[in-house]
T-cell receptor, first 110, second 113 residues
Framework: QKEVEQNSGPLSVPEGAIASLNCTYSDRGSQSFFWYRQYSGKSPELIMSIYSNGDKEDGRFTAQLNKASQYVSLLIRDSQPSDSATYLCAVRNNFNKFYFGSGTKLNVKP | EAQVTQNPRYLITVTGKKLTVTCSQN?????MSWYRQDPGLGLRQIYYSMNVEVTDKGDVPEGYKVSRKEKRNFPLILESPSPNQTSLYFC????????????FGPGTRLTVL
């Protein structure tokens, strides 16, 4: 079982719609949770971090964490074609090791 | 400008020829890390360092070495590269305080023939 699991996609949404990206993790001791965006050929760029249960909003992005279900999600409201990228879920465990999911490819169609 | 730099950005080499990929950060971060990214496997942590002279193995450390003699630098060493180490490599750094949000370098694309 992988430490962090994501649906590889592609996830296709029309421009202006809400994109919902999901991630599950296996280590209950995980401390911190991150969403990164990666454009093809580029390095990952941090979008959101979340550390406690509930929702965290930043502009068009909302991260949701449910530690009991070991589930993290990212909602992108009013999706734009420029949001088309691969989204990586990352988890930091108790020993400061980071685990990344293999990413979900998002296509936002104009 | 706050940044993580890596060199070289592209490297083609042959099996067995020792190489070093450098990583440097100017943010005074304690935590530094190396990853490799392969299609379908995502980012996998090779080694990480909590501070100077403190390093530890990540998920896929075999065939790699690291050192942390200075806070800003964290070189990745491949003593005897093999074709299965052909990959895209990223260095990242973060502060030890707070949430450990990592900032990534631009990547090094390595091909081992």
């Amino acid at each position: 079982q992988k430490e962090v699991e994501q649906n590889s996609g592609p996830l296709s949404v029309p421009e202006g719609a809400i994109a919902s990206l999901n991630c599950t993790y296996s280590d209950r001791g995980s401390q911190s949770f991150f969403w990164y965006r990666q454009y093809s050929g580029k390095s990952p760029e941090l979008i959101m971090s979340i550390y406690s249960n509930g929702d965290k909003e930043d502009g068009r992005f909302t991260a949701q964490l449910n530690k009991a279900s070991q589930y993290v999600s990212l909602l992108i409201r009013d999706s734009q074609p420029s949001d088309s990228a691969t989204y990586l879920c990352a988890v930091r465990n108790n020993f400061n090791k980071f685990y990344f999911g293999s990413g979900t490819k998002l296509n936002v169609k104009p | 400008e706050a940044q993580v730099t890596q060199n070289p950005r592209y490297l083609i080499t042959v099996t067995g020829k020792k190489l070093t990929v450098t990583c440097s950060q100017n943010m005074n971060h304690e935590y530094m890390s190396w990853y490799r990214q392969d299609p379908g496997l995502g980012l996998r942590q090779i080694y990480y360092s909590m501070n100077v002279e403190v390093t530890d193995k990540g998920d896929v450390p075999e065939g790699y070495k690291v050192s942390r003699k200075e806070k800003r630098n964290f070189p990745l060493i491949l003593e005897s590269p093999s074709p299965n180490q052909t990959s895209l490599y990223f260095c990242a750094s973060s502060s030890a305080s707070g949430g450990n949000e990592q900032f990534f370098g631009p990547g090094t694309r390595l091909t081992v023939l």
